[in-house]
């Protein structure tokens, strides 16, 4: 099976720019779900979607935003950039029938705002 | 906040000596998870230890997991340069949820 993949891997945006990140996860997967990874913060949940339906919430602001589609397909935005949202944003997938199971990470995008 | 704290932060051996790292957690868990990360790329998951578990094996890997004491060790016996990475614990709480918290990391470097 092919693994995760997200695209653009990387990114440059200047503040008060929006970008949106694209997530494929491994078929049959139903569960998608979003990380920031900074050097400060390390690894934070920012969302996880099942089915079309954001079923968790991390604690960010209203500026990340996703979505999921029919698919299972999984894009995420972040509008209003600001320099502290440079980071490497890692999408994971799983079957999402069990809580907590094991997670298949995408290669991440890495995104700098300048 | 982070949920998982790894120690140490950083860790240098030679190629073929073991390597241990320590994880604590806060909470009740359902599960605790080990990950490697290699230069910033995608996490990689390496073994799954459940809550009614004290021991698991996976090749060159051994997990425990003490819950009385929330924490969790991660040895590699023989190591070798391609285990250089970063090695992260996640959890997750008893209530439920699909999230993983992740600790901050250890640096794990292998020098041949």
């Known amino acids: 099976k092919a693994g995760v993949t997200q695209t653009p891997r990387y990114l440059i945006k200047t503040r008060g720019q929006q970008v949106t990140l694209s997530c494929s996860p491994i078929?049959?997967?139903?569960?998608v779900s979003w990380y920031q990874q900074t050097p400060g913060q390390g690894l934070q949940f920012l969302f996880e979607y099942f089915s079309e339906t954001q079923r968790n919430k991390g604690n960010f602001p209203g500026r990340f935003s996703g979505r999921q589609f029919s698919n299972s397909r999984s894009e995420m935005n972040v509008s209003t950039l600001e320099l502290g949202d440079s980071a490497l944003y890692l999408c994971a997938s799983s079957l999402g029938l069990v809580i907590q199971e094991t997670q298949y990470f995408g290669p991440g995008t890495r995104l700098l705002v300048l | 906040s982070q949920q998982g704290e790894e120690d140490p932060q950083a860790l240098s051996i030679q190629e073929g000596e073991n390597a241990t790292m320590n994880c604590s957690y806060k909470?009740?868990?359902?599960?605790l998870q080990w990950y490697r990360q290699n230069s910033g790329r995608g996490l990689v998951h390496l073994i799954l230890?459940?809550?009614?578990?004290r021991e698991k094996h996976s090749g060159r890997l051994r997990v425990t997991l003490d819950t009385s004491k929330k924490s969790s060790s991660l040895l590699i016996t023989a190591s070798r340069a391609a285990d250089t990475a970063s090695y992260f614990c996640a959890t997750g709480d008893i209530q439920g949820a699909q999230k993983l918290v992740f600790g901050q990391g250890t640096r794990l470097t292998i020098n041949p």
């Open positions: 230890i459940r809550s009614n578990e």
């Open positions: 909470t009740s868990i359902n599960n």
């Open positions: 078929s049959g997967h139903r569960s």
